[in-house]
């Protein structure tokens, strides 16, 4: 647990021969020292022992961060006490410069980015800017945190390599938000959550350098029950339905960088309820269901972005099998298909059959390669998160015992063999997983 501003024990100063991986072991007792200004008062170290806290039950070995108090009321404080301190402002650390310290901090952890930001305006511009996540990006240094809510509208963030949970501040959101259809989708350093708002669709967006929620900008033609999926800091959605309920074969491109939306070509056939997921650069959308058909489509389509064209795959995600005439489930009723992608390899996995299953693209089929844990429960596939967590698959929902309201992470590392489920975490919440996203930056 993080009771205030914490500093390795001090060293001396590696020489410049040695390799900058073993400089981040002396990030923070250098930045101690970085500024003779820079004393850190009683009251700062109040509000972090205070922002900083434990679950309400936590489990042994979890902590549970409050990011609203870490980021905006440290802020806050310490834009009283160190306003007047400029000295280091062009070297952030400034016994090994600006380039160097940079290259310290893209070796933390982005968990450890609320503290750093709190030292002084220098260090909580260079977080809020954005800057050290896109060099994070270009030099392939990614974590990937688990986004979910269970109790509407609070949203929840777990590191699984730390296995830490942290309360995100509560969405802006009014009755009717709550209570229409959503969908979640994590792009770059944002969360973006679709809904509908007493007159039209709206798009609430929360971004980790800011820890806060703002409105997000419409899109060209505004949609609910689409695929999506992300890339870096582009995102794809396609097809939906439009606020008049019309089945759409439209799609965009969102920027997160400069918060833009692009209307893409067509898709060839118009879907809803779909799924979408990118594979070797290439983004796909899977299952849905199209105009005037109640079954689920079992074609895909392919989108190049290099060529901007869609390519439809015949039976791409066969209809779920198992069922009879008399009790297969309306697809309308079902959740759009459970997908996601481990190191450019395809997962579905089918919740009625309890079976996780792997695509080989070569030949167009899908091979079952073993189940899902056994405590996690849906309603037709609605309530279960399935998702890829960097190396991992993610399966996120509530045990079979429903009267403790327990939500339950999973993970495995997919290969050759039969996946092996191991329980990340486990915790009092909400069992029904209403949205889930993977961000990974």
């Known amino acids: 647990m993080l ?32 500024s003779n200004k820079r004393q850190l008062e009683l009251e700062e170290e109040a509000v972090l022992t205070k922002s900083c806290k434990l679950s309400d039950a936590p489990e042994e070995g979890e902590t549970k961060m409050n990011f609203q108090n870490l980021s905006l009321s440290v802020n806050q404080a310490n834009d009283q006490n160190h306003s007047s301190d400029q000295s280091d402002s062009s070297s952030l650390i400034f016994q090994l410069g600006r380039d160097i310290s940079i290259n310290c901090l893209l070796r933390c952890s982005r968990s450890d980015y609320g503290s750093v930001a709190s030292l002084n305006q220098s260090f909580r511009s260079l977080i809020r800017t954005g800057e050290l996540y896109r060099l994070r990006r270009q030099m392939s240094i990614i974590e990937h945190w688990v986004y979910f809510s269970c109790n509407l509208p609070e949203w929840e963030a777990f590191d699984p390599n730390t296995r830490r949970w942290m309360r995100l501040p509560r969405m802006p959101s009014n009755e009717c938000f709550i209570c229409s259809d959503k969908e979640s989708l994590a792009v770059g350093t944002e969360l973006l959550v679709f809904g509908k708002e007493i007159m039209s669709p709206v798009i609430y967006r929360y971004s980790i350098l800011m820890n806060a929620w703002s409105s997000g900008m419409e899109m060209n033609i505004p949609r609910c029950l689409f695929g999506s999926a992300s890339l870096g800091e582009i995102a794809i959605l396609a097809g939906g339905c439009d606020p008049r309920g019309n089945i759409l074969s439209s799609a965009e491109l969102y920027n997160s960088e400069t918060g833009t939306w692009e209307l893409l070509p067509n898709m060839n056939k118009a879907r809803k309820m779909c799924s979408g997921v990118f594979i070797d650069g290439k983004f796909y959308v899977i299952g849905g269901i199209g105009v005037g058909n109640s079954k689920q489509l079992t074609c895909g389509e392919e989108f190049d972005l290099q060529t901007r064209k869609w390519r439809e795959i015949p039976n791409m995600f066969p209809r779920r099998h198992g069922g009879t005439e008399a009790t297969e489930v309306s697809a309308a009723a079902e959740a759009p298909p459970l997908v996601a992608v481990v190191n450019n390899v395809l997962y579905s996995a089918d919740y009625a059959q309890q079976e996780v299953r792997r695509y080989d693209k070569d030949n167009n089929l899908w091979v079952t390669i073993g189940r899902l844990p056994d405590r996690i429960v849906s309603m037709n596939g609605w309530g279960l998160a399935f998702r890829a967590c960097g190396n991992r698959l993610i399966v996120i929902g509530g045990p079979r015992a429903l009267d403790g309201r327990v939500i339950e992470i999973n ?31």
Request: charged residues 15%; proline residues 5%.
């Open 3 to 34: 009771e205030g501003p914490t500093f390795l024990v001090s060293r001396d100063i590696l020489s410049a021969c040695e390799q900058e991986t073993r400089w981040i072991y002396n990030s923070f007792c250098v930045m101690e020292l970085a």
């Open 411 to 441: 993970a495995c590392v997919p290969g050759e063999g039969v996946p092996e489920w191991n329980l990340l975490a486990s915790r009092q919440s909400g069992s029904f997983v209403y949205n889930c996203a993977v961000m990974g930056c």
